[in-house]
T-cell receptor
């Protein structure tokens, strides 16, 4: 298994500001992903965080709005830029562990409220 | 388009059995996952199926039929702590099975 931590665990932000969320894993991972879970809804994949290169974004998500970094194998950040109330959501990172285990682990999530 | 459908809510009594169905239509298939999510918490992994058939893990079992685009999660000997949302997720991508598409989730309510 893996222990995944996210910072901050929650935040309340003003419209127009940006927030950077950090994800740290204690094990060797191959892939890291960022998901969003809007209130009362299921999870939606935002992007794949690629080590040392630009993230790969899913349809409907763009780098200008959600810049992502992954400077090493076990750490990634997601920035929610120029926030609006519609960005109020839970943001979760998830990982695939090295070793080919068909299990994906999720971090505890960051609860974001935009006023 | 791509669809993953599961019932919105199911109610069952403690000690009973509940079966949560999931049907999917995706561009590709690289496995199906079931997750449990308690309110305010992150999803936790329950099961993974990539081949047809039944996978049993304690009180939880998961079944897959790829030809029918169908899976179910079976919860036996229900306990109050099993009250949660159960998420069906498909990995449609062959380059990474970690890129998941989720259903809307089934809220299971266990009553005394």
């Amino acid at each position: 298994s893996a222990v995944i931590s996210q910072k901050p665990s929650r935040d309340i932000c003003q419209r127009g500001t940006s927030l950077t969320i950090q994800c740290q894993v204690d094990s060797q991972v191959t892939m890291m992903f960022w998901y969003r879970q809007q209130p009362g809804q299921s999870l939606t994949l935002i992007a794949t965080a690629n080590q040392g290169s630009e993230a790969t974004y899913e349809s409907g998500f763009v780098i200008d709005k959600f810049p992502i970094s992954r400077p090493n194998l076990t750490f990634s950040t997601l920035t929610v830029s120029n926030m609006s109330p519609e960005d109020s959501s839970i943001y979760l990172c998830s990982v695939e562990l090295a070793g080919g285990q068909e299990t994906q682990y999720f971090g505890p999530g960051t609860r974001l409220l935009v006023l | 388009g791509q669809n993953i459908d599961q019932p919105t809510e199911m109610t069952a009594t403690e000690g009973a059995i509940v079966q949560i169905n999931c049907t999917y239509q995706t561009s590709g298939f690289n496995g199906l996952f079931w997750y449990q999510q308690h309110a305010g918490e992150a999803p936790t992994f329950l099961s993974y199926n990539v081949l047809d058939g039944l996978e049993e893990k304690g009180r939880f079992s998961s079944f897959l039929s790829r030809s029918k685009g169908y899976s179910y999660l079976l919860l036996k000997e229900l306990q109050m702590k099993d009250s949660a949302s159960y998420l069906c997720a498909v990995s449609p991508s062959t380059d990474s099975w970690g890129k998941l598409q989720f259903g809307a989730g089934t809220q299971v309510v266990v009553t005394p």
